[in-house]
């Protein structure tokens, strides 16, 4: 059996074939979309303020509108943009019936071993986290998402993050820079650097 046209392809290419594919009640496509898009889906749940079982949830109801509205996607090849909008809409949707703050994200804090260092290094490392996490919730909303779906995306990707943030792709750059320059500021005002 030959492999589906998407397995050669990348990035927006591949998500536009794969749903094409999925329109026509490919399983393997819908796979492949899961697959490659829910960790997007996921960091734009948790960007914004839900905890590990609000954003689980909302990533569920994502994937459920998409696959219930297949063909509302008007446009294949902005595929990452639409994931990103509706989880958007559905994680404030859900962050209006609940009060979060914001906090260390969970995936983040189980990666750290904590038994690997001294009480001394983990007194150091968890201030300068919470002065990071505190200057970076001081930046703009903007910034805070091209930031966020930067480190996701990476630069391969600054087309996909260019559509989700309606922004030209050759600024995706310059502004991260200018979003970093003020993250620094801030953290120097924070006392320090990272």
């Known amino acids: 059996m030959d492999e589906p046209e998407w397995h050669a392809l990348s990035g927006s290419d591949r998500y536009a074939a794969c749903l094409r594919a999925a329109r026509t009640g490919s399983r393997e496509a819908r796979a492949a979309l899961v697959k490659d898009l829910t960790p997007l889906v996921w960091h734009v749940a948790r960007g914004n303020g839900l905890d590990r079982t609000n954003a689980e949830d909302v990533v569920q109801t994502v994937w459920l509108a998409l696959f219930s509205h297949i063909a509302a996607v008007s446009e294949p090849r902005a595929l990452a943009g639409w994931l990103i909008t509706t989880t958007r809409r559905e994680?404030?949707?859900?962050?209006?019936?609940?009060?979060?703050?914001?906090?260390?994200?969970?995936?983040?804090?189980?990666?750290i071993d904590q038994d690997a260092m001294d009480p001394a290094e983990q007194a150091?490392?968890?201030?300068?986290?919470?002065?990071?996490?505190?200057a970076f919730t001081q930046l703009p909303g903007k910034c805070q998402e091209l930031l966020r779906l930067t480190v996701l995306a990476g630069r391969a990707e600054y087309r996909m993050v260019a559509d989700a943030l309606h922004m030209p792709r050759g600024s995706i750059g310059p502004t991260r820079g200018r979003c970093l320059s003020v993250l620094r500021e801030k953290l120097d005002i924070e006392g320090g650097s990272a």
């Open 91 to 111: 994680a404030r949707r859900v962050r209006g019936r609940i009060d979060l703050q914001p906090r260390l994200i969970d995936e983040v804090a189980a990666v």
């Open 124 to 134: 150091v490392r968890a201030d300068r986290d919470n002065r990071l996490w505190r």
